[in-house]
């Protein structure tokens, strides 16, 4: 799960973080009063999940209020990457001597977390990491011990350049860790964290992903999830128990398992179709389930078939038929369906489907999904 | 492989839903179930046969099960992994999805120690159909006795490719699911290292996924160490960017972990890839050109 | 650091540990009201930080609040091990249908922290400890896991009988675990964890001991000592950075060392003398610690001679001889004091002390000893 | 034994005032400094000669430290010890006194999985009077050059005991104060193990004290693996009991830490102990009859 900046901010704030005073706006009424409340410049930035927000024109310095009502009007309901604004943070501009690049993340070869530091941040780390990798520093934390103090006193000396400078970094970056380890983040990041010219330290940005397995102990994070920012279908697959991702294509694939999802839509777009979404209803069939699905994905008027492709696996394939049976009924379908069913009884399955003519059944993979492209056409 | 008529299994969580059902299962099929546990229901019997315990310990004090696998809820399996290799068990398959990468962290260590290994977590578990046994939930219909060895970070995925082969006539050695969580215990370098060390095992095909970059060491490990014939597959040529963390995921690999760039490790390293499931049958007759059918 | 039962049990409540209601009281009109508040027969309970209180009739139980006024009148004042009880805990008398014992201490020898239970808990585990070793169960914790909850349910497996109770023993378990962890404790025992008729599970008594060297890290814990029980001059000493312990002997001892200081108690008592007290004035031999030490001994008015055994070290005799002279100047001393100074220059130390007439000085300890024991007599 | 004429020693903490004093003190002995760390201090020098780094890491990359030793305050101690065992240092001596013990419950396994010892902490540290090495606070006056070893939980106690032996003639091999802690780096069994195998040792006085259950381990071993004359004297005779840990200290060690418990468990043990510390040269000279005496 991911956050925004404000809220991430407001955590690293409990954990002794330092970031610059800020709030975050719904309006440009707003804004005014809180770049008014500040009393300097300020910067308005909008609050969204996607990265680029920047380069898209979504943060903007004011010098004054009446400016900040301006900036926030222009950014808020802007689209950036297929997201619309709905909350901006207006937040202290700060002066900037030096930005550096701090984040914890989990590295899944060395299977530890680790933490990277570079004095070169900003918005160019990811060239910095390309062409010059070892201006990034690395350090691994073991798990057992969390982040030693001489380890965050390592990495802070080499970014910092002078000890009176290190001695703050030392302190963020270990808190850093905590939280990291703490919350059951997946990744916190500081870029740009920031060296002002009368040498404070501080949190310009913030970025920070939960754990989705571990958010049932942090039950209060569940507040933080911003259902305004996703698409409804991903929000209501996430209740209904299923994993959906909106794509841009016109064949509805509902499939069980994410793996078997994400190589039926590669087959699609092998075919010369184009898939309409990715969606995993999981380990069950159940009428209820498949029902959920469908409705998420019929949502998606250009959708122009749909193609099941269940692998019935222990469960017998005749009875998820009688289940897609029962389904099919209820919704009372218009759209061409075409499912393919395989596992223990899957020939009985394919005879049970044929009583519904709307459903053309299919015996493999590829034959269902070239079926399923050529109803859509 | 890892599994044989010498397994001697005890099914952690055997008294829920899932763990009874696929007991039942693997009981089926041929597998020897010496215990299960539950906390709380020691004394009592699995279908009037298999002794439940209250824990690992006492279930192989009393039965030598040396192997485990494990159905109970997502908060409470890392402590069963680490209860089963406690007692001394020496294979753990954990079949439970959804456990806390920060858990498995410390899971991993703490087996280590232990020189125990795990399968998973997140994953279907295996199946070994010349021995007839299997610690999981691998639909024992699909699979065929045979020389092929299947590994995958898919569930259903894995088995759509295992009833391809077997509907071709390509029996497997074992068919392996390692799960596709960040930390798991068994990898795809220590599954190959096993099929290459494993005498059943005549060829293997490996099932990828996007993200990560265990498919492109993989694939170098192979080059290095396996001279069994290999093919590959990735699931997620389609998948849509954006499921990225931030610039520290990249930063970490030094890759994008797209389906591009794995099918393009294992290119470079003379592996053949399969572009389509369907094509997986017909690659691996041709890089395997002995294979026994039937 | 040891702290009340009552003072326990705050902690333990916080923890979630379940502990019968009760009021700390220091009067026994306060001791009725409070009784008469639990509205049920209550246990009236000497708060004392030595053992054996129950033996020493400090445990009472009244069933009405007069009674418990009563109680509480006998208890209050009562001397307990040479400690004067000065509050007591009224607390709801609670049935008894078993009594377990539960302590997490640390291990010397594994060292590791150690989880020891027993079925058969209360006021004889001692002899239970002695006569019957595998009744207690032992449970080796790894510091850098923690307790696993599989191994709080092997013990309460153990311990409940039947798996119902299983459950909250387990919670209970593994909750103290945590705490001695998260507290830095060096012991925490409940002994006994009782069972109801009903089946509740609850901490009837409390043990709580602090690692003294972790306590700068929990500033809230030092309001937890109770200086009124504790002996003043150890209060004080510990006030000057030194260790004190009151002795019943007349030969009063200065000593820097804590295992020097030892050895030298043992030499007076070996040479047919009483040592007055333990007290190691630590690294320094300052004029102004010196002062203190001996203001401290001085309290003792069965003090009759006193000896200080310092070995110089690194820190040249002659200048720890010029701060005693200094001190004992300022301190205008009537007792014969010996004094025995080693290392380096201990032949000028020697000559220094010969003009202070009060000064006895000595060559080796043993000289040393005899001369206070002597002197005292 | 430890350390020799190839000790490179670095000080952690070498610009606070213990660690200061200590490093002068130490050099003009004869050890080869070669090192001091300071955070922030990188790039300056103690007494103009000796250079300081910001870490140990660096301090060993720059001049080969092997051995180092810890004067910083006790919240940080812990820290220290893992940041020398981390950057590779093969001998850690933790002078430190007040470190919390949950500190070093997290030290102990950190030193072991790098193979590095600790002595300490809150001990004072250990002198070769042969080599003219010392690393830590004993004084270097009081010993002399010789083959007994000695090995103390106390600090000045142990002077007292070094100083006696000096005066009768009989010199010392290595001075070691392992530190009275509850959890320490190195215990007595560990001492009379390199004692044992040291070439140097001839005879050894061990200097326990009342509390936890070592002295008790020292005797068993003793008798089953040290064949070199051992004399043991144990402080505490008088000490008030009252210092113990409810019922549950008694428990841990089935006795009850006493001296008379220990001096019990060393004279069953066949090992001469001295009741006062004057008796202990008269019986090293008993039990080591042709000892180097001069």
């Known amino acids: ?123 160019e780390i990811e060239v910095t990491a390309k062409e010059n990798p070892s201006a990034i520093q690395r350090v691994w934390i ?114 069980n398992g ?79 369906v075409v499912v393919r069913l395989t596992g223990t009884n899957e020939d009985e399955a394919r005879e049970i489907l044929r009583a519904v003519p709307a459903i053309h059944p299919a015996e493999t993979m590829d034959e269902a999904v070239k079926k399923a492209i050529a109803l859509a056409a | 492989m890892l599994i044989d008529r010498n397994t001697r299994l005890v099914v952690q969580g055997i008294t829920g839903r899932d763990g009874s059902f696929h007991a039942a299962q693997m009981a089926a099929y041929g597998t020897q179930i010496v215990a299960g546990v539950t906390p709380g229901k020691g004394g009592t019997k699995f279908e009037n046969t298999v002794p439940i315990f209250d824990s690992v310990h006492d279930a192989v004090d009393a039965t030598g099960a040396n192997t485990s696998v494990i159905y109970v809820r997502a908060p409470f399996a890392a402590d069963a992994i680490c209860e089963a290799a406690d007692a001394g068990v020496r294979l753990v398959v954990c079949i439970t999805e959804g456990v806390p ?27 070994a159909p010349n021995a007839r046994v299997k610690v999981g939930i691998l639909p024992a219909s699909i699979v065929k006795p045979g020389s092929v060895g299947v590994v995958s970070r898919s569930g259903t995925l894995t088995y759509e490719v295992v009833y391809q082969l077997t509907r071709a006539g390509m029996g497997q050695s074992t068919c392996l699911g390692i799960g596709g969580d960040p930390v798991i215990g068994t990898n795809f370098i220590d599954a190959l290292r096993l099929f290459q060390a494993d005498e059943e095992t005549e060829a293997v095909v490996l099932i990828g996924e996007i993200g990560g970059s265990d498919e492109e060491e993989a694939a170098a490990f192979i080059t290095e160490k396996v001279t069994k014939p290999v093919v590959a597959f990735i699931a997620g040529q389609t998948a849509p960017p954006g ?42 007759a041709a890089a395997a050109p002995a294979l026994k059918r039937g």
């Open chain 1, 1 to 123: 799960m991911k956050v925004h900046e404000y809220q991430a901010k407001e955590l690293f704030a409990r954990y002794g973080i330092p970031v610059p005073p800020g709030t975050v706006v719904a309006t440009a009424a707003e804004a005014e009063a809180a770049a008014a409340r500040v009393g300097k410049p300020v910067v308005v930035k909008a609050q969204v999940l996607v990265g680029g927000r920047g380069k898209a024109g979504g943060v903007k310095i004011a010098k004054t209020p009446a400016e900040a009502r301006e900036k926030a009007a222009a950014i808020l309901g802007m689209d950036i990457k297929g997201e619309t604004v709905k909350k901006v943070l207006v937040t202290e501009a700060v002066d900037i001597a030096r930005e550096i690049y701090v984040a914890v993340v989990m590295d899944r070869r060395a299977q530890k977390p680790l933490v990277m530091a570079s004095a070169e941040g900003g918005v």
């Open chain 1, 142 to 255: 073991d798990p057992l011990y969390g982040m030693h103090p001489f380890q965050s006193r390592q990495l802070a000396t080499a970014l910092a350049g002078d000890a009176e400078l290190a001695k703050p970094m030392a302190d963020i970056i270990q808190k850093l860790y905590r939280l990291y380890d703490e919350v059951d983040a997946s990744l916190a990041e500081i870029n740009p964290l920031v060296v002002t010219p009368d040498r404070r330290v501080l949190a310009l940005d913030a970025k920070l992903n939960f754990d989705d397995n571990a958010l049932e102990r942090h039950p209060d994070f569940e507040t933080l999830r911003d259902l305004d920012a996703e698409d409804p279908g991903e929000v209501r697959a996430r209740a209904e128990g299923l994993s959906f991702v909106r794509l841009s294509g016109n064949v509805g694939c509902v499939v």
């Open chain 1, 258 to 336: 994410a793996g078997l999802a994400m190589a039926t839509m590669d087959l699609v777009k092998f075919y010369g179709g184009q898939p309409a979404n990715f969606l995993d209803i999981g380990g069950s069939s159940r009428p209820e389930k498949v029902i959920a699905a469908l409705s998420i994905i019929l949502q998606d008027t250009s959708v122009k078939s749909i193609l099941f492709n269940i692998f019935g696996g222990i469960t017998r394939c005749d009875d998820v038929a009688r289940g897609l049976v029962t389904a099919f009924d209820q919704m009372n379908l218009k759209l061409p």
């Open chain 2, 101 to 127: 990468v920060r858990d498995m962290l410390r899971v991993v260590p703490f087996l280590k120690e232990r020189s125990t290994r795990l399968v998973g977590p997140n994953c279907p578990g295996m199946i």
């Open chain 2, 243 to 284: 499921k990225r963390m931030g610039h520290a995921g990249a930063i970490v690999t030094g890759g994008s972990g797209t389906a591009a760039d794995k099918m393009a490790a294992f290119a470079a390293a003379g592996i053949p890839v399969a572009k389509i499931p369907s094509e997986i049958t017909g690659l691996v």
